[in-house]
């Protein structure tokens, strides 16, 4: 018998999960991340290119301000609340309100929270000891893994023989951290961290037993995001990021089948059908 499992909110939907897979859409408003930098840094462009990935499916539209690409220069907060609040709030302005944003700042995602932002996407799983506080207030929190490197290596050095126990346990602990700082456990959604820290082989390896990192770290639910990403052009010896998106609907069902719920993209019309497919086939209904 399948148990039935809760629904997540975001904004005015809502996402009963184990149904289907859901997609968040990706809007950088960053003029140097590692696909689309510079595209969406004009509020007009960010916004309609929001509702475009919405008009084509998007479950989520993911908002962020700091690009988290390899040697990216980190941002100073206020700038980067400059970046996320006026899409934010224009999209709220126009009746979107399934809206994510994307930071490892308290600060902004406070910010974001206000503006009516009703996620918080964290790529660091609470580096910033007011996150969990500020996600209080949220509908749902995403924790990232994260392994950073030492200065001066890069993801191929990283040695990790059982990187899937290495994961569950790093995010069981931000998931324990998250609970104790006042954030409902069913509202939690965890991610691997494709592609941060992780060999090609972490990367794969990681994606086949999705449901097994919920089950390990009591989250609600997994979040999986590959588009377009470097292990994907090792695989497939696509050097522009721009031109990996057949490889990220690879990825995306495979992920399905390893019990992703939500996917993280760039392209959603690329996907949307994609993941219609793979779910009439993988899911139990």
Not at 118 to 128: G, I, M, T, Y
Not at 143 to 159: F, I, K, S, T, Y
Request: with cysteine.
């Amino acid at each position: 018998m399948t148990t039935r499992r809760p629904s997540l909110r975001c904004g005015d939907r809502v996402l009963p999960l184990g149904t289907r897979t859901f997609i968040m859409g990706i809007v950088n408003v960053t003029p140097d991340s590692f696909s689309d930098g510079g595209r969406y840094v004009d509020l007009a462009a960010a916004v309609a290119h929001a509702e475009a990935l919405l008009a084509a499916g998007a479950d989520i539209i993911d908002i962020g301000g700091e690009s988290t690409r390899p040697g990216a220069t980190p941002v100073d907060v206020d700038l980067e609340v400059a970046r996320v609040v006026p899409v934010i709030e224009a999209l709220v302005k126009r009746g979107h309100t399934a809206l994510s944003v994307d930071t490892r700042h308290a600060a902004v995602a406070a910010a974001a929270l206000k503006a009516g932002a009703a996620w918080v996407n964290d790529v660091s799983a609470f580096d910033d000891v007011d996150m969990g506080r500020v996600c209080r207030d949220a509908q749902a929190v995403v924790l990232m893994h994260w392994r950073h490197a030492p200065a001066g290596a890069v993801d191929d050095d990283v040695v990790d023989d059982d990187v899937s126990a290495s994961v569950r346990t790093w995010l069981a602990d931000r998931v324990v951290r998250a609970v104790a700082a006042g954030v409902d456990p069913t509202s939690i959604v965890v991610d691997p961290g494709i592609g941060f820290g992780k060999t090609v082989a972490h990367n794969v390896s990681l994606s086949r037993d999705l449901d097994g990192l919920r089950r390990a770290t009591g989250a609600a639910a997994v979040l999986y995001g590959p588009s377009r990403k470097r292990f994907l052009g090792a695989l497939t010896g696509q050097t522009d990021p721009a031109g990996r998106d057949h490889a990220t609907m690879g990825a995306v069902c495979a992920a399905i089948a390893g019990g992703a719920d939500v996917v993280r993209v760039h392209q959603v019309a690329a996907v949307k059908d994609a993941v219609a497919v793979a779910d009439a086939i993988l899911r139990v209904r």
